[in-house]
T-cell receptor
Framework: QKEVEQNSGPLSVPEGAIASLNCTYS??????FFWYRQYSGKSPELIMS????GDKEDGRFTAQLNKASQYVSLLIRDSQPSDSATYLC?????????????FGKGTTLSVSS | NAGVTQTPKFQVLKTGQSMTLQCAQD?????MYWYRQDPGMGLRLIYY???????DKGEVPNGYNVSRLNKREFSLRLESAAPSQTSVYFC??????????FGSGTRLTVV
């Protein structure tokens, strides 16, 4: 089983819609969870972090964590064409010494105007 | 505030050549990392340094060596480059339990 799994997409949504990105992880003891955005040809950029069960909102972004189901999601409200990018889910597994993150392969989001 | 600086940005090597990728951060972070990113494979950890003076292997360390020169600098060395090492290399830094700040990447082609 892969450590961190994401649907590769592409996920296509119209401008103004809600985009829902999902991620599952295998290590039940994982501690920290992150969402990164990566534009084509650029480096990943941290957009959200979440450490406890529930929702965390930041502007148009909401991260949701359910440790019992080993599931993390990212909702993007009022999606804009500028949100078109690859979104990477990252997790710190309990077994991993230090703070090294395990990344999913990413979900490509396309927002059409 | 430069964040994480990687050099070079682009490099073409011949098989068997060696090179060092440089990374420096100015955020006083304790931890630094090297990842490679390949199409369809995502970001894979090569080596990391949880603190100055320590280094550990990640998922794909074969063919690479690292040096944590001081708190700011973490270099990645390819001793004898192979075509399989053609990739985009990212350096990152962080504080414990916080997300990474990535450098802009090095695009390496081994022919």
């Amino acid at each position: 089983q892969k450590e961190v799994e994401q649907n590769s997409g592409p996920l296509s949504v119209p401008e103004g819609a809600i985009a829902s990105l999902n991620c599952t992880y295998s290590d039940r003891g994982s501690q920290s969870f992150f969402w990164y955005r990566q534009y084509s040809g650029k480096s990943p950029e941290l957009i959200m972090s979440i450490y406890s069960n529930g929702d965390k909102e930041d502007g148009r972004f909401t991260a949701q964590l359910n440790k019992a189901s080993q599931y993390v999601s990212l909702l993007i409200r009022d999606s804009q064409p500028s949100d078109s990018a690859t979104y990477l889910c990252a997790v710190t597994p309990l077994r991993q010494a230090g703070t090294a993150l395990i990344f999913g392969k990413g979900t490509t989001l396309s927002v059409s105007s | 505030n430069a964040g994480v600086t990687q050099t070079p940005k682009f490099q073409v090597l011949k098989t068997g050549q060696s090179m060092t990728l440089q990374c420096a951060q100015d955020m006083n972070h304790n931890s630094m990392y090297w990842y490679r990113q390949d199409p369809g494979m995502g970001l894979r950890l090569i080596y990391y340094s949880a603190s100055e003076g320590t280094t550990d292997k990640g998922e794909v360390p074969n063919g690479y060596n690292v040096s944590r020169l001081n708190k700011r600098e973490f270099s990645l060395r390819l001793e004898s480059a192979a075509p399989s090492q053609t990739s985009v290399y990212f350096c990152a830094s962080s504080e414990t339990n916080y997300g990474y700040t990535f450098g802009s990447g090095t695009r390496l082609t081994v022919v």
